[in-house]
């Protein structure tokens, strides 16, 4: 029920998100009851690191558009954040801008006996995400995947530092 409750959140904010400069990464509603997170994950277009200042432009948006939508309005405690250097990877292309760097992968089902890895995203072919785990090369189907985020290593620390990537 809350991935139908964040799809619906997510189509409501993302125009206005999008047109205030920055770019939605995730809508991820956790606890239950009247002690809800909507935690909202967002980046800013121009690929400089989001501050205070960015989570509170967007708090205040998607605050009054929740607001105006009684089947949201009070219904949860808002969070604003940006993804961070070791983000969640939740779009396709996600995995195709950050190819070359580790990701810790949860799939929804095993495949080749394994349903959670870590490894190396090789990169995107189509729907499909390859990684180079320490048991071989895998290809998982986009949908497949349950969850993704990238790992803190030394290599993504310094492509972040170096503006290769955002954080």
């Given at each position: 029920m809350?991935?139908?409750?964040?799809?619906?959140?997510?189509?409501?904010?993302a125009g206005d998100v999008d047109a205030a400069g920055y770019e939605l990464v995730r809508v991820y509603i956790s606890g239950a009851g009247k002690y809800s997170a909507l935690q909202i994950m967002a980046e800013r277009k121009d690929g400089a690191g989001m501050n205070v200042d960015d989570c509170a432009v967007i708090s205040k948006l998607v605050s009054?558009?929740?607001?105006?939508?009684?089947?949201?309005?009070?219904?949860?405690?808002?969070?604003?954040?940006?993804?961070?250097?070791?983000?969640?990877l939740v779009r396709l292309a996600d995995y195709a801008?950050?190819?070359?760097?580790?990701?810790k992968v949860e799939l929804s089902a095993a495949k080749e006996g394994q349903k959670r890895f870590q490894g190396k995203i090789a990169g995107v072919a189509g729907d499909v995400v390859g990684f180079d785990t320490d048991k071989g090369k895998l290809a998982v189907a986009f949908g497949e995947i349950e969850k993704a985020k990238l790992v803190l290593t030394d290599e993504l620390l310094k492509a972040a530092k170096s503006g290769k990537v955002s954080h």
């Open positions: 809350s991935k139908v409750i964040e799809q619906k959140i997510g189509d409501l904010i009054v558009m929740l607001e105006a939508d009684k089947d949201l309005a009070d219904k949860y405690d808002l969070e604003v954040s940006s993804p961070g250097i070791d983000r969640p801008r950050y190819a070359g760097h580790v990701a």
